[in-house]
């Protein structure tokens, strides 16, 4: 076995997040029309977990452990302040897709490591994410109407980022 073999580890806790942000992306597909603040519900469960996930994967990082401890403030205003969530929600959308975006932008240089492939499948989930962010940012309104079609494109790209970085870490 190579030593580059020996030191690759599947990420267990990426690999589930990932798997409960695909199911939350097909919960959101298939019923838009959906309560938003069952969606506020499940955003901020998903919140706490990613946040709880990036803390504990921070992999030597600062940052890491920062964008989770706010993850999970944010998941806990999101559960405990219901209305105000609802009415704020395209904005934090618009801010949680441009910041995570960014984030693994600058973490495509571990995942160029792994093979060209997830390479270009990261760099386009995010600037996808990035797009999305923007218009969300700049039509909240449009966005507060549209908010489960969105909230599942993002969790969908950012399942399958998720489930891709446990294979390639």
Do not use: H, Q
Not at 12 to 26: D, E, K, P, T
Not at 44 to 64: F, K, Q
């Amino acid at each position: 076995m190579g030593d580059s073999e020996s030191k690759r580890k599947f990420g267990w806790g990426s690999f589930i997040v990932g798997i409960l942000y695909i199911i939350v992306a097909l919960i959101a597909f298939r019923n838009p029309l959906a309560d938003m603040l069952a969606i506020t519900m499940i955003f901020g469960i998903m919140a706490i977990v990613s946040g709880i996930v990036l803390i504990i994967n921070r992999n030597g990082t600062i940052y890491r452990i920062v964008l989770g401890v706010i993850n999970i403030i944010f998941g806990i205003i999101f559960l405990f302040n219901l209305g105000l969530t609802a009415s704020v929600l395209p904005y934090v959308f618009a801010v949680w897709f441009i910041a995570y975006a960014i984030a693994n932008l600058f973490n495509l240089k571990y995942v160029r490591m792994m093979g060209k492939g997830y390479f270009w499948l990261s760099l386009i989930i995010n600037i996808l994410c990035i797009i999305v962010g923007i218009m969300l940012l700049f039509n909240p309104i449009s966005s507060a109407l549209t908010i489960a079609f969105l909230a599942g494109f993002y969790f969908l790209a950012t399942g399958i980022e998720a489930i891709v970085y446990a294979f390639t870490g």
